[in-house]
């Protein structure tokens, strides 16, 4: 071990010569000095003291000669820095690549994508040790501090994703990986709407090196899906005009198709029904964002739930609040009667006790079993009809002037003011959940699994509160309704790339691609996810063009076909964002401007 290995700088031991004129100082002798002493008992030798060296004993008896030779030694080693050498977890020099995958970067450009050269760009930056860092579907370390070569195996795996990434989470993921000296890459369009920029500051901040380099070509006359809105009987696509010239295109979409001429930087939207399976809307022409030319629509298999309402005195707000909705078929039977229909769900209220036969509630319980619903509204002799276990509550009577206690958080609760009536059914909740509660525990409303069903508990007496007559109560009916057959809605099936779709533990995903997982899927890629029997679909939204690459994140939305009673699967599928719908902006040129 050399001298420099363990001292900064090692010429500052020069200070040690100032010990010379010290030492020599104290070793000069004093001229002695003739004394008169008037008996010899002094000149005594003393014991113990024959062998000592009377220059040795000068020194170290003097304690002022001590402290300053203390004095500098300490400067001499301060000068000089002493420093150990202490590995460390990562080298200062190492390499942070972070790599965009997200929708944009799937642009073509020359003779092939923006994606392609950035990662052609990414090889080559490559240092003796390496992370690398990609931000598409969502932000992952694919190797951390790995050698060039197995740095170089992992970036060969990676491609573009149908996403719409984060490029400022990636950077600040980098910034916390690399050292104070190391070096960070970063290889993108730069389209990312994120604050990416004061990420880079961070970064350059915590003492990091940051490349920025920018792969931008391509996009320049991009016409595309931005957005689309489904509703329970239509769906609504967008197309926007990024290029600097006038484009008309024909949209085709479930056999159907309409024209659109959006002006440069504008956007046109068409219409069309929404058909029973869903389908993918396809559209003319050909650039250099081939991604957002088309956009699956996922919708559910059975677009009609089938209602059957049985009741002695029809409320007329519930049977408006029924009707108001397309994608409910009602029928109103009054009790006694027989059920030789098939339905998704069972209403009761307002029935005579003794008027409900024993094969409906048979029907009914039939309907709970196979994966329909039963909703029972509260009556004050609810308990004497004989619903059984299609009963969520078991009755105590009817009390008056509650206070309204506990609310749970659930779809069928979100947005509703529940108020206290005067007169309500006193109980306990069996097999089911209350939702919401009065102070004395008795469910105001309550929901359970009977079987492969669901069945509802609506504890408002008739003519005892407002709520059936605000305009939310159609609303709590939708929600209602849909809960009880298992059937989504259509707007919910419908998803963005970049979120993940989760079923049961043991449930199985299929992929656009065909592959399957267990229990949850990224969305990750545009195309229908599926279920079980069903499919979810997810569209891109992520749009390049060169006067400003614009990054929409590929939309995936999740539908799921529900069958009547059985629902074993769900489609879903992905389209534009809807805050896609923007003009371009102005060409970038070069590299983005250094932040701050």
């Known amino acids: ?55 040795l004993e000068r020194l170290t008896r003097n304690l002022l000669f001590l402290l300053q030779l203390l004095v500098i030694l300490a400067l001499a080693l301060s000068l000089a820095s002493p420093t150990a050498s202490i590995t460390q977890e990562r080298s200062a020099a190492s390499t942070v690549v972070v790599l965009d995958a997200s929708a944009s970067m799937a642009t073509e450009s020359g003779s092939g994508t923006r994606f392609g050269a950035a990662k052609a760009a990414a090889g080559d930056a490559l240092g003796t040790e390496t992370t690398l860092i990609v931000t598409g579907a969502e932000t992952a370390t694919v190797v951390e501090d790995a050698p060039a070569q197995r740095a170089d195996e992992a970036l060969g795996t990676l491609s573009v994703t149908d996403g719409p990434g984060d490029l400022r989470s990636a950077i600040s993921r980098a910034a916390s990986i690399a050292g104070p000296e190391s070096r960070v890459v970063v290889l993108s369009d730069f389209v990312d709407e994120s604050s990416w920029r004061s990420a880079v500051r961070a970064t350059r901040a915590r003492g990091a090196t940051v490349e920025l380099r920018q792969f931008d070509g391509g996009g320049g006359a991009n016409v595309g899906f931005v957005a689309r809105d489904v509703t329970e009987q239509r769906v609504t696509l967008t197309v926007s005009n990024f290029g600097t010239a006038g484009a008309d295109r024909t949209v085709t979409f479930a056999g159907q198709s309409a024209s ?129 276990d299609l009963l969520a509550i078991e009755p105590r009577g009817v009390g008056e002037e509650p206070q309204l206690g506990s609310i749970t958080r659930d779809p069928l609760t979100a947005g509703f003011d529940f108020a206290a009536p005067d007169r309500y059914v006193r109980g306990n909740t069996t097999n089911a959940r209350a939702l919401v509660e009065y102070d004395d525990g008795s469910p105001l409303l309550a929901a359970g699994n009977r079987g492969a069903g669901r069945v509802l508990y609506y504890g408002y007496l008739p003519n005892e509160t407002e709520f059936t007559s605000g305009y939310r109560y159609p609303v709590f009916w939708k929600r209602a309704v849909f809960f009880l057959a298992d059937r989504p809605q259509a707007a919910t099936l419908n998803r963005q790339t970049g979120q993940r779709l989760t079923v049961g533990a043991n449930a199985t995903i299929t992929r656009p691609d065909g592959s399957e997982v267990t229990g949850s899927a990224l969305l990750d890629r545009q195309g229908y996810y599926a279920a079980g029997a069903s499919a979810t679909a997810r569209r891109c939204s992520h749009r390049p063009s060169r006067t400003s690459p614009h990054r929409r994140s590929r939309t995936s939305r999740t539908r799921t076909p529900a069958g009547r009673r059985r629902h074993s699967g769900s489609r879903s599928i992905s389209r534009p964002r809807r805050d896609a719908r923007r003009a371009p902006r102005t060409r970038r040129t070069g590299l983005p401007a250094p932040p701050g």
């Open 1 to 55: 071990m050399q001298l420099a290995d363990v001292l900064q700088t090692p010429t500052g031991l020069l200070a040690l010569l100032a010990l010379v004129p010290l030492i020599v100082l104290y070793l000069i002798e004093p001229d002695p000095r003739e004394l008169q002493l008037p008996t010899l008992q002094f000149l005594a030798d003393d014991e113990g003291d024959g062998g000592a060296t009377p220059v």
């Open 260 to 388: 659109v001429s959006p002006a440069p930087g504008d956007a046109a939207s068409v219409s069309f029904p929404l058909p029973t399976e869903g389908a993918t809307a396809e559209l003319s022409g050909d650039d250099d964002f081939p991604t957002d030319d088309t956009v699956p629509v996922a919708a559910p298999s059975n677009p009609t739930v089938d209602v059957v309402l049985l009741t002695n005195d029809p409320n007329r707000y519930l049977v408006t609040a029924l009707e108001v909705n397309n994608a409910v078929s009602l029928t109103v039977k009054r009790p006694p009667t027989t059920i030789t229909d098939t339905y998704d769900v069972f209403v009761f209220g307002n029935v005579r006790a003794d008027a409900v036969l024993d094969s409906t509630i048979e029907s009914a319980r039939s309907t709970a079993a196979n994966g329909g619903g039963v909703a029972v509204l509260a009556q004050p002799d609810v308990g004497e009809v004989g619903y059984g």
